[in-house]
């Protein structure tokens, strides 16, 4: 369908927005076989959803005219799951309904209830909101659905996911019977399905986009990291790309709120997002990010619903996502319309078994990277203070070239551009080194395989274990194969808990139940006061919760056994 086959207010609204043509999504909502019948769309996110379902219920709303009739009740509810995805809809409709004289309502949690009635008794085409504040408005009776004409559930697995299904359930049952009943859903879980067989009447099911396309536009990558580096993985990564703006996820808002304030005090411009954050919070952190005081987003999963931020070309998955559809979700605040964006997920070792098996089920190939590295960062640097250097170079006034002719008559050529170049890297945060960078080399990992109790420290090279004086002091971890002990993050653990560096870390023996580690003999005291220091202050972390002690000894090495004693006289009878 093209843009001129639509009706003419909405044609204008749309050309006057400067669409060349129609998304797949707006195309496939209003095609012949599509108008008048129920709608259970799958889109991926940035796709032009709020436009289509717009477009989807204009034949219910003009009823063949160019305008819309006086405002009454509604004729339209469209329902969200969050207040900024709310808000951004009704801010869509609003452009587009605006030839045809469209007044757009909105009711959403966060402001002020008093005005929300005034406005509903005044009379509105549509009405925007989310489930809960629509449920108290419908209760209190200020919200009148009887001569609704189409109901639009935007992110529907979404508010199945927050629990809202109780509230969309009375919201449908008041609609009127009558109506059209539009779900939008970047996945299709279960729930949807059973909710479309509930509400909907002989519903056409649109898939505009498979797993695949949906992350066509967005370049993931997966770095590993020792559990202990995740946060430097996390600055390096960002010094790395110095993305515009970017979206970091965290699980909790516990962990949103020591991240940022670790950012910050890095130097990083960046605001936070969650559950704790009032709407007013949420203006202000949203509203520094389009003036790009602020570069850095960190926030929850349900914070971040309906976030469309200009220049978002990177999203980092800080903690991983828990199923292929929060992976999409997350990564869909990228890559929006036709745009281009990186996805980067931090896979601590014991999980990367898990992250390739749900990256499998979303479709997803990703390119698995080290951390960028200081070298790494440094030269990404150099090309970026060039080309920054370059670009400035043609915007010079004449004041500028003043200025610049009486520094050099001051200062020599050189001198001039080192002082440029470091009054540049002095605003940059400084990048971080990992405890562990990575896996060793196969020939400094022979000894630290899981169950090889044949290596000792000595196999490491000079100085790298504990041939400094003697056998070292060995103890022991109550984890084990069964926990997926690993020295990838074994080690970093040592460092940490320990106060030791990687060369003073001999053989690690990893059993079934329990893992063996060998310090360095001028070290262990020091290793072993690291230890009883951290028990006073334990926290609640699953590593605070491993148990380090002396292990009284070396492993054994486990008992030979002979030939089993050769059998006398026949076989027993076979019973």
Avoid at 395 to 409: I, M, N, S, V, Y
Avoid at 502 to 525: H, S, W
Wanted: hydrophobic share 40%; proline share 7%.
């Amino acid at each position: 369908m093209t843009i001129e086959s639509l009706p003419a207010p909405l044609a204008q609204a749309i050309a006057a927005r400067g669409y060349e043509e129609l998304t797949p999504v707006q195309s496939a909502v209003i095609a012949p076989e599509a108008r008048g019948r129920d709608l259970l769309v799958s889109a991926q996110t940035g796709s032009g959803k709020t436009v289509a379902f717009g477009l989807a219920m204009a034949d219910e709303l003009l009823a063949g005219g160019e305008t819309l009739p006086h405002a009454g009740r509604p004729l339209a509810l469209v329902v969200a799951p969050t207040r900024e995805l709310a808000l951004q809809v009704a801010k869509e409709l609003t452009w587009l309904y605006g030839p045809a004289r469209g007044r757009i309502a909105t009711c959403v949690g966060g402001m002020n209830q008093q005005v929300e009635r005034r406005t509903l008794a005044a009379g509105a085409h549509i009405v925007v909101g989310t489930p809960g504040r629509l449920r108290d408005h419908l209760e209190r009776g200020a919200l009148l659905l009887d001569q609704v004409r189409a109901v639009v559930l935007d992110e529907a697995d979404e508010m199945l996911d927050m629990g809202f299904r109780d509230d969309l359930e009375e919201i449908l049952d008041a609609a009127a019977p009558t109506r059209r009943t539009l779900l939008f859903s970047a996945t299709m879980p279960k729930g949807i399905a059973e909710l479309a067989r509930d509400y909907q009447k002989d519903a056409l099911r649109l898939a505009t986009a498979g797993r695949a396309a949906a992350h066509a536009d967005i370049a993931y990558q997966c770095v590993t990291v020792a559990p202990a580096d995740i946060e430097s993985a996390v600055v390096n990564l960002l010094r790395f790309h110095e993305a515009p703006t970017a979206l970091l996820f965290c699980a909790t808002r516990d962990n949103v709120r020591r991240l940022h304030a670790s950012l910050v005090e890095r130097g990083f411009a960046a605001v936070a997002l969650s559950g704790e954050h009032s709407q007013s919070e949420r203006n202000q952190a949203l509203q520094a990010l389009r003036d790009r005081r602020a570069r850095l987003c960190v926030a929850t999963d349900v914070a971040a619903r309906g976030i469309d931020l200009p220049g978002l070309n990177l999203v980092i998955h800080v903690e991983l996502p828990r199923d292929p559809e929060t992976l999409q979700h997350r990564s869909g605040r990228t890559g929006r319309a036709g745009a281009k964006g990186t996805a980067v997920l931090i896979v601590p070792y014991p999980a990367r078994r898990r992250v390739e098996r749900m990256l499998s089920g979303a479709g997803v190939k990703p390119e698995w990277t080290p951390v960028p590295s200081l070298e790494a960062i440094a030269k990404q640097d150099r090309t970026r203070l060039l080309e920054s250097i370059g670009e400035g170079i043609g915007a010079l006034d004449d004041e500028d070239k003043r200025l610049g002719e009486e520094l050099l008559t001051r200062h020599g050529v050189d001198e001039i551009a080192s002082a440029l170049v470091r009054m540049h890297r002095a605003r940059l945060p400084q990048a971080e080194e990992l405890v562990d960078a990575g896996p060793a080399p196969r020939t400094e990992r022979r000894d630290a395989r899981p169950g090889n109790d044949t290596g000792n420290a000595r196999d490491r090279g000079p100085d790298q274990g504990p041939d400094r004086g003697g056998e070292g002091v060995w103890f022991r971890l109550d984890v084990g194969r069964r926990d997926s002990a690993d020295p990838r993050w074994i080690i970093p653990l040592l460092c940490r808990r320990g106060g030791v560096t990687k060369p003073d870390i001999g053989a690690i023996r990893i059993f079934p139940n329990e893992t063996l580690v060998e310090i360095a003999p001028d070290m262990a005291e020091r290793f072993m006061v690291a230890l009883k220091r951290h028990a006073t202050r334990k926290g609640n972390s699953a590593e605070d919760q491993i148990a380090i002690i002396p292990a009284g000894g070396p492993p054994r090495a486990p008992e030979r056994r002979g030939p089993p004693p050769a059998r006398r006289g026949p076989p027993p009878p076979r019973r």
